[in-house]
DNA sequence: GTCTATAAACAGATAGAC
DNA sequence: GTCTATCTGTTTATAGAC
C-alpha cells in the first residue's frame, strides 16, 4: 500500500497525532507539535495525510485495527451456527471472561490508552472519525455481546432490553478508564495499575455475575 | 460580590465559555467566539476575568453551585445523626429514588448537557478547573452515595469495596451521558429525549435493585 | 464598564530546493 | 521523501478612547 521508506514517519505522525488529538483534543493540538512529537517537519504532514483533517482520519483507522487484533482475539468472531449451539452456562462464562480481559486491557494498557482518549474525544465531539470507529468496532463488538447476554440471560440479542443492558455493563466498565483521574483520587491511589485494575475488574465480575443470575428469578 | 451592572457579561461569558470549552475543549476554543458568543468584545474577558484561565476558573466555579443546587435537592445533605437512623428498606428506596432522577437530570436537562461536557473536558485533560469540581461536588456526593449505599447493603461506608461499588453504579448512569451519541445510533434512536430516558432509568432501576438484593444472598 | 485598534505570537497550507 | 521559507489568516493580550 505505502512505500516502506515512509512508512515509519506515517506511524510516527499517526501516534503524535492519536496522543494529541486524545490530550489536548483536535482544535487545541497544532500540525506543528505533531510534526515536532514525530521527529519530522510540518510539510510531511500534508505530504502523507493530505491535510490535517486526513491525519485524523488515519488516526480513527488505526484505531479500528488496533482494537479490531484485540477484540478479535477476546471476543472471537462466530457464525450462526457458533451461537446457536452455545450453553447458557458457556455463554455465562464467556462474558464474564471477557469484561474481565476488557477491564485488564482498557485500564492497564499503555496503547489503550492513547486510543481510549481519541475515542472519547470524539464521543464530546463527533466527526468523520467517530464514524469509521463506530462502524469499525463499536457496533460490530455491541451487537456480538448483546448475542452472548441473550444467550446467557435468556433474552433476545437486539431486543431494546438487551441493547441497554449491553451499554448498562460497558459503563461500568467504561468508567473506571473515563474517570480514572477522579478514581484515583477518591480512592487515595497513587496510580491505576494492575492491582488496582485487579480490584476494580473483581468487583465488575461480582456485579456481572449478580445481573445474570437476577435475569433467572423475577423480582418479588 | 459583584457590582449587578456587569452580572449580565459576567454570565453570559461564562455560558458562552462552559459551551465551547465542552465542546471544542479548552484551547479549541477562542476568546473571540467566546466573546461573540455572550454578545461582547474579546477584551471584556479580560476586564471580567483576568485572561482566559481565569474563565476557565469561573466555570468550574459556575458547575460546582449549579450541581450543588440540583444535588442538594435530590441527597438532602444529612448530619451523622439522620445516618445512624436510617432504616436498611428506606435507604434501599432513597437510593433507587436518588439514580433514576439523576438519570432523568443528566439525561435530559439541557443544563446539564453544558454541564457534563464541561466535565467530562476536564476529566480526560486535568486542570485547576478538575481540583475545584472534585473538591466542590464529585467527593461530597461520592461520599454521601457510599453512606447511602453501606446501609442499603450492610457494607462498611469507606471500604474499598463500597466506594468501587458507588463509581461503578455512577458508570452505569453516566456512560448513556458520555457515549450518548454512540447509543442513539446503535439505538437507532433519533435523539435522547425523555422518552428514552426513561427507558434508560427503568433499566437502571432494575439493575440496582438486582444489586442491593445480591448483596443479601451470598453467591452459591 | 464597554469597546476599537493593535501588538506579538502562532495557526495550517504550500512552493520549491535538495 | 524530507525539509526550509513563507503566505495568509487567527490567536491571546493589552493600550487607550469613550
Not at 493540538?29 to 504532514?45: D, E, L, P, W
Not at 471472561?97 to 492513547?114: D, H, K, Q, S, V
Request: charged letters at 25%; hydrophobic letters at 45%.
Amino acid at each position: 500500500m505505502e512505500r516502506p521508506a515512509s512508512d515509519a514517519t506515517r506511524q510516527a505522525l499517526v501516534e503524535a497525532a492519536l496522543d494529541g488529538f486524545g490530550v489536548k483534543g483536535y482544535e487545541g493540538t497544532s500540525t506543528r507539535n505533531i510534526a515536532r512529537a514525530a521527529k519530522t517537519n510540518i510539510a510531511s504532514i500534508a505530504y502523507h495525510f493530505g491535510s490535517k483533517e486526513g491525519l485524523r482520519r488515519a488516526c480513527a483507522e488505526f484505531v479500528v485495527s488496533t482494537i479490531r487484533s484485540v477484540a478479535d482475539a477476546v471476543l472471537a468472531p462466530e457464525d450462526e451456527a457458533a451461537f446457536a449451539a452455545l450453553d447458557r452456562d458457556v455463554a455465562r462464562q464467556r462474558i464474564t471472561a471477557i469484561f474481565e480481559r476488557m477491564a485488564g486491557f482498557i485500564l492497564t494498557n499503555p496503547r489503550a490508552n492513547l486510543v481510549a482518549r481519541f475515542m472519547l474525544r470524539e464521543m464530546i465531539q463527533p466527526s468523520m472519525a467517530l464514524d469509521i470507529i463506530y462502524g469499525g468496532i463499536i457496533e460490530p463488538t455491541h451487537k456480538r455481546l448483546c448475542r452472548l447476554w441473550a444467550v446467557a440471560t435468556g433474552g433476545e440479542a437486539e431486543s431494546e432490553a438487551t441493547r441497554l443492558a449491553v451499554f448498562a455493563l460497558m459503563g461500568q466498565v467504561l468508567y473506571f478508564r473515563i474517570g480514572r483521574e477522579i478514581v484515583v483520587r477518591r480512592m487515595g491511589w497513587e496510580q491505576l495499575g494492575t492491582a488496582e485494575a485487579q480490584a476494580i475488574a473483581a468487583l465488575l465480575k461480582g456485579n456481572i455475575d449478580h445481573l445474570i443470575e437476577a435475569s433467572e428469578e423475577p423480582m418479588p
